[in-house]
């Protein structure tokens, strides 16, 4: 699309721009007979245009910066624009012998060149003020051409210098339009053109598009200031309490592998006591005993067998004893002679009832022993369970502490993870909020420049 279609310009109101600087057909008269004229001083009124820019210091520096970034030396970058200015001139004369009246091809040209310009970074002071020395120049080379002329001289000044206010009207709306635009702000979207104008004629609505643009902005930019800071602030007390917690944890998982270590330790302890309660001591040669249990069960069968041994002592002196009754009487009949038999007898019989008496002793004191060695098997089997379930408890308990542990282990590990991204979250808090500051102060830039 051209600029001049996308500016919304028409041939009527270009009509209106001509009309403004008195573009009429008059003037097209008085310059399409000097075409020859302009083709014969271009060349020398473009030299001193430019022998006077490159003497003026702004103007030379911002061609020397410019032919450095663009890596071309000065003197070709002048000639370049001299050829360009010289074609230009005598364009001019063309144009208003061709009796197009200057129209939208031709405007579109100058329209290219503020564009340009504004894309060259030219100053639009440079610009301007090249159109004054080129109207000096202008007058200088019609005196030297026309010296006894005055009257024709300032028709063909006035003709030119229309031409020139018209040329630079386009140039400048170029310029200013793309700055716009260079700035990322799409003029076409924001005004709604009403008629037959141009998009000049609306600028109005660029100035109360950016007053409300700029003060929505700072409402924008003071909300996110002060979110910013909030979420600093609730980040930075995220992070203390994050760090706590972790701090929290880690002595709580210390503390858990403390307590993994006394109930691993009582654990040990109590296998080796089930094992001490369910095997024997071993022996000198390293032969395992019977167990504890069993030998006291066999202690208490030997004292059953024992027991019955003194009943039948028991009985053995009781049935001497009858015996040494029976002698006794024997003794007694057989008088003198069985005197001694009788001694005898008598003291058999009282060994037999001394025997029996201890026999009883025995056999109550080996009933005694067995009923305590019976009593001591029954403890022994209970205290053996009991071991055997402390055991068992101990284990479990060493399970699930082990367990626990590794579950707070992964809990720490998360923590600490949390606490780092939480550490991340304070930090770009912190970068939010620097960031609204900056926001803030490039509004209340825009905001004085408003």
Not at 52 to 67: K, V, W
Request: hydrophobic share 40%; net charge negative.
């Amino acid at each position: 699309m051209s600029l001049s279609k996308s500016y919304n310009i028409t041939a009527q109101n270009l009509a209106n721009r001509r009309e403004f600087v008195g573009l009429d057909d008059k003037t097209l008269n008085v310059l399409s007979g000097l075409h020859g004229w302009s083709q014969r001083v271009s060349k020398k009124l473009v030299r001193d245009l430019y022998d006077h820019q490159f003497a003026c210091t702004g103007t030379r520096d911002f061609y020397e910066r410019f032919a450095s970034e663009h890596g071309v030396d000065l003197q070709t970058l002048r000639a370049h624009l001299e050829s360009n200015q010289a074609a230009y001139f005598t364009g001019i004369f063309a144009e208003a012998a061709r009796g197009s009246g200057f129209d939208l091809d031709y405007l579109e040209q100058r329209l290219t060149v503020g564009k340009t310009n504004n894309q060259d970074d030219l100053p639009l002071k440079w610009f301007l003020g090249s159109y004054i020395e080129l109207q000096n120049l202008t007058r200088k080379y019609l005196f030297r051409s026309f010296p006894h002329r005055p009257f024709y001289r300032a028709k063909v000044e006035r003709a030119l210098f229309a031409i020139y206010n018209y040329d630079m009207q386009a140039i400048t709306d170029a310029y200013c339009i793309d700055l716009v635009d260079s700035l990322g702000i799409d003029i076409q979207q924001m005004i709604e053109l009403q008629g037959d104008y141009d998009i000049t004629d609306n600028f109005s609505s660029v100035k109360a598009f950016m007053n409300d643009l700029v003060g929505n902005l700072a409402s924008t930019s003071e909300a996110l200031n002060k979110s910013s800071e909030a979420l600093a602030d609730s980040a930075g007390t995220l992070a203390g309490q994050s760090q706590s917690q972790a701090s929290s944890l880690q002595a709580a998982a210390a503390a858990i592998v403390h307590i993994n270590e006394s109930v691993s330790a009582t654990s040990r302890n109590a296998e080796k006591a089930n094992d001490i309660t369910t095997n024997s001591s071993t022996l000198e040669d390293g032969s395992e005993g019977d167990s504890v249990v069993s030998t006291m069960n066999q202690i208490s069968e030997s004292s059953k067998q024992i027991s019955n041994i003194t009943t039948l002592i028991e009985e053995i002196a009781f049935r001497t004893n009858l015996l040494a009754l029976n002698a006794a009487v024997e003794a007694a009949r057989a008088g003198e002679h069985g005197r001694g038999f009788n001694i005898v007898a008598s003291e058999v019989g009282q060994l037999a009832q001394r025997s029996s008496q201890a026999a009883q002793e025995i056999k109550g004191l080996i009933e005694e022993g067995g009923a305590k060695v019976e009593e001591g098997v029954s403890s022994v089997e209970k205290i053996a369970q009991m071991i055997s379930d402390i055991a068992n408890a101990s284990r479990e308990q060493t399970a699930g502490i082990t367990e626990i542990t590794n579950t707070v282990n992964d809990i720490d590990a998360s923590t600490q993870s949390n606490a780092q991204q939480t550490e991340m979250m304070n930090n770009l808090a912190r970068e939010l909020s620097d960031q609204a500051a900056n926001v803030s102060t490039m509004v209340q830039k825009l905001k004085r420049a408003a």
